[in-house]
């Protein structure tokens, strides 16, 4: 059964920093992009960070650039999401993603990903 386990997520405050995880199983996902999307109550789920298969490029939407930090360890099925200086609006459901591609390609529509995880709960407190 291939499944994306994400982790990590948690009660912060604003300011404060967390390190969320993605684990693959079921498949080898060092060979394809990954992706973070998070979810706001109400909200659409909104793309905001990817990695492509080698850890060499990556790619942020201004909102989270020079704040957020994607890495993955393809020996370990992993991708890491470290969030710093997490601000009240950063509070959502993340989930990762696998894009079925090796090379990071934006504008993915949300039902051509090939899997996704359960999603982590993260709040930011005032």
């Known amino acids: 059964q291939v499944q994306l386990v994400e982790s990590g997520g948690g009660l912060v405050q604003a300011g404060e920093s967390l390190r969320l995880s993605c684990a693959g199983s079921?498949?080898?996902?060092?060979?394809?992009?990954m992706h973070w999307f998070r979810q706001a109550p109400g909200k659409e789920r909104e793309f905001f960070t990817a990695?492509?298969?080698?850890?060499?490029?990556?790619y942020y939407i201004d909102s989270v650039k020079g704040r957020f930090n994607i890495s993955r360890d393809n020996a370990q099925n992993k991708v890491y999401l470290q969030m710093n200086s997490l601000k009240t609006e950063a509070a959502a459901v993340y989930y990762c993603?696998?894009?079925?591609?090796?090379?990071?390609?934006?504008?993915?529509?949300?039902?051509?990903?090939?899997?996704w995880g359960q999603g982590t709960q993260v709040t930011v407190s005032s």
């Open positions: 993603a696998d894009s079925g591609i090796g090379s990071i390609r934006l504008g993915i529509e949300l039902e051509d990903y090939e899997y």
């Open positions: 079921g498949r080898n996902f060092s060979n394809v992009a």
């Open positions: 990695i492509n298969y080698a850890g060499t490029s990556t």
